[in-house]
């Protein structure tokens, strides 16, 4: 029987990926210009292939040849932002143990999303991106939440530690979504307020914990 075509799965377009570093600089001049261009609009449906080719300085027949279509650059930039968010946490989780133990919780709080916010100055489109990136073999905020709570309160069990963490990684994941309906309000003031809620909660689950564990409690104000 044949198959109808409307059953049949649809092949979608993919970037072509330059092997060359002429071809490489190329790429990564199109994916600033894209950036600039979706911040300046304030979202990525202002973006079109024309513009594109126009603030990259390129021509459209070499656009096309590394991005199929608009949504192929979409999910280029995507990538690249995701890529520099897993570096970000890769060194943090790398920091020394003794780092996080003499820090209040507003202060773990800023240690965390100071180089993120770094980032997003130089970056302001990934507010109009999505750049979640959660594969098992990469380090995630819930992992460094996870690794900072072990070591100020190492009397939560494991099952509520993750638990904890991963409340503290969707905080941040649900106010970043939200940014883009927030109309009116400074992006400085928004990051600011959500960093004051993840310490409140931060503060929460240590003020929670401090009697059940030994010692002096961490100061949390």
Known sequence: MKQDSADKPVARATSRKPCQAR?????????EAAGALVAAEGSV?????????????TSIGSLYHFFPDKDCVIAALEEK???AFTRIVGDLALLPD?????????????????????YANAHPEIFHLDCGRDHKDEPTLRNLFDKILKLRQ????A?????????LESIIIGTSQNFNHAIGINKTEWTREMTVA???????IEERHATKTSGKPHSTS
């Open 81 to 83: 932002h995701s890529l």
């Open 23 to 31: 071809g490489l600089q190329r790429v990564e001049a199109i994916l």
């Open 45 to 57: 449906s202002g973006l079109t292939m024309h513009k594109l080719a126009e603030a990259a300085q």
């Open 154 to 157: 190492p009397g939560i069990v």
């Open 198 to 204: 993840q310490a409140a909660y931060l503060r929460s």
């Open 98 to 118: 003794a780092e996080w133990l003499p820090l209040n919780t507003q202060e773990v709080i800023n240690r965390v999303f100071e180089p993120f916010f770094s």
């Open 159 to 167: 099952k509520q530690r993750f638990m904890y963490a991963h409340m």
